[in-house]
């Protein structure tokens, strides 16, 4: 599958300066409602719960797209060391900030996943994670699982969180209210833009399959699950807050059955677990 995008270098500039914009304008607030209520909460103690499966004590991680810096001060919490990595200049100000609160050292670079080639080394990493769809604003995958590839060592991992394009909840949404053109948003092949704070996004939703594409040459897929499958997304957010026994029943439910093939190309977000190949 050819990831790369079909527009010319100024409109990609223009788009990831969009993008980059509008994480900016909401850096400051980003921990509140708008980045981080009661569904995503959840979903990040679910990424936090394949974070550690994942990684052993002690491991030099890169975080892609490291927002506020909740996953990245959280894991050198737990002794790892953290490279944490953004587009937004904002976000990675809120990161060292957080992490300088907490007493923690974490190595905070303002540089997006397609810039990985800004980060020296080779092999010098046991592993990256992605949480909650930074991936999504990349324009090149492929350059992406490259750069990866030489950053890890050989049997390191990628641990991502991807908004993917089935999300049987937004279907049912969009649908009831009859708003066709916002239901067809997640089917677009290409990229497309996304509001947030009177700015725009510029993304690009995958199947699992379609993601994983891109990084096959090199790491070798252990885990594919869906993400809020059953579970309503963070942007429903306000059944959970009325219906709090419903919502613990069905992220239950979510962990029991969402990595069933079928069901894993499902849900709000999909998450894999990928391992560099030896050669």
């Given amino acids: 599958m050819n990831t790369t995008h079909p527009t010319t270098p100024t ?75 953004d587009w937004s200049p904002g976000m990675v100000a809120r990161t060292r900030e957080r992490a300088e609160q907490a007493g923690l050292s974490v190595d905070t670079h303002a540089l997006g996943a397609h810039e990985l080639q800004r980060l020296p080394g080779e092999g010098q990493f046991d592993g990256a994670y992605s949480n909650l769809g930074p991936l999504n604003c990349v324009p090149d995958l492929t350059a992406v699982a490259a750069e990866c590839a030489r950053l890890i060592r050989p049997g390191g991992r990628l641990v991502f969180t991807v908004i993917g394009r089935w999300c049987p909840w937004e279907i049912a949404h969009y649908a009831r209210q009859r708003r066709w053109q916002r239901l067809a948003v997640r089917f677009a092949r290409e990229t497309v833009a996304v509001g947030m704070n009177g700015r725009t996004i510029w993304t690009r939703y995958y199947t699992p399959a379609e993601f994983y594409a891109a990084f096959q040459p090199h790491f070798a897929l252990e885990v594919q699950r869906g993400l809020c499958v059953f579970v309503p997304p963070p942007y429903l957010t306000g059944l959970a807050e009325r219906h709090p026994r419903w919502h613990q029943r069905l992220w239950a439910l979510d962990r029991r059955v969402a990595g069933w093939p079928g069901i894993n190309r499902l849900g709000d977000h999909f998450l894999l677990v990928m391992r560099r190949r030896d050669s």
């Fill in 11 to 85: 409109l990609l500039d223009e788009r990831l300066a969009d993008t980059q914009q509008a994480f900016d304008s909401v850096a400051a607030d980003y921990d509140g409602p708008r980045g981080n209520n009661i569904a995503i909460q959840d979903m990040r103690a679910e990424m936090w719960r394949w974070l550690e499966a994942s990684f052993a004590p002690g491991s030099r991680l890169i975080d892609l797209g490291c927002g506020t810096g909740l996953d990245a001060v959280h894991l050198a919490g737990q002794g790892h060391q953290v490279t944490a990595t």
